[in-house]
């Protein structure tokens, strides 16, 4: 059971570059988000999905675009990237369903440094 | 807004030395406080949910306890394994969203 994953788990950029960050769960989960994650700030809320073709922003939208096209894949793309999206980013999952305690997922998260 | 504010930025005991992790909240209706523990480059892992004041969970040497505008994580007799940052967060009844705090980074030393 992989649970939740994501790639890359490092990559590199330019200013001014493009590039997606994958992310897919196993867990046949509705709801699924990303945290970008920086010293001394705690995980901020990027977006997130409360299903198939429903998105929403939180905390910290802007440079940022996500869809959801299927319940597995929630990927996040950077359209033009700045040194301040330099972070590690965290994709999280989880159901609304009986009984859940409400607790994220997490994957192992994806290191990104823009030069 | 809802806000999450943890206090000590970092704490440093001594193997054996007990304390407690401060969680102080603000969310206009709580439907959970949530702990996890984050160790280095890895994801946060769940420890508890907390539903409503005067609730407490344990796990080994955690104690966690939940007021009306606080958490506290208690830490009793902790091992150099313990060492991890520590991070609190909130859901309110409104939607999914989950709401984190910086952190509390822990080090125990043996």
């Known amino acids: 059971n992989a649970g939740v994953t994501q790639t890359p788990k490092f990559q590199v950029l330019k200013t001014g570059q493009s590039m997606t960050l994958q992310c897919a769960q196993d867990m046949n989960h509705e709801y699924m988000s990303w945290y970008r994650q920086d010293p001394g700030m705690g995980l901020r809320l990027i977006h997130y999905s409360v299903g198939a073709g429903i998105t929403d922003q939180g905390e910290v939208p802007n440079g940022y675009n996500v869809s959801r096209s299927t319940t597995e894949d929630f990927p996040l793309r950077l359209l033009s990237a700045a040194p301040s999206q330099t972070s590690v980013y965290f994709c999280?999952?989880?159901?609304?369903?009986?009984?859940?305690?409400?607790?994220?997922?997490f994957g192992e998260g994806s290191r990104l440094t823009v030069l | 807004e809802d806000q999450v504010t943890q206090s000590p930025e970092a704490l440093r005991l001594q193997e054996g030395e007990s304390s407690s992790l401060n969680c102080s909240y603000t969310?206009?209706?709580?439907?959970?406080l949530f702990w996890y523990r984050q160790d280095p480059g890895k994801g946060p892992e769940f420890l508890f949910t907390l539903y409503s004041a005067g609730e407490e969970k344990e796990k080994e040497r955690l104690k966690a306890t939940l007021t009306k505008k606080e958490s506290f994580l208690h830490i009793t007799a902790p091992k150099p394994e313990d060492s991890a940052t520590y991070l609190c967060a909130v859901q309110n009844t409104g939607g999914f969203k989950t709401i984190f705090g910086a952190g509390t980074r822990l080090f125990v030393k043996a």
């Open positions: 969310v206009s209706g709580l439907r959970g």
């Open positions: 999280a999952s989880n159901t609304r369903g009986q009984g859940n305690t409400g607790e994220l997922f």
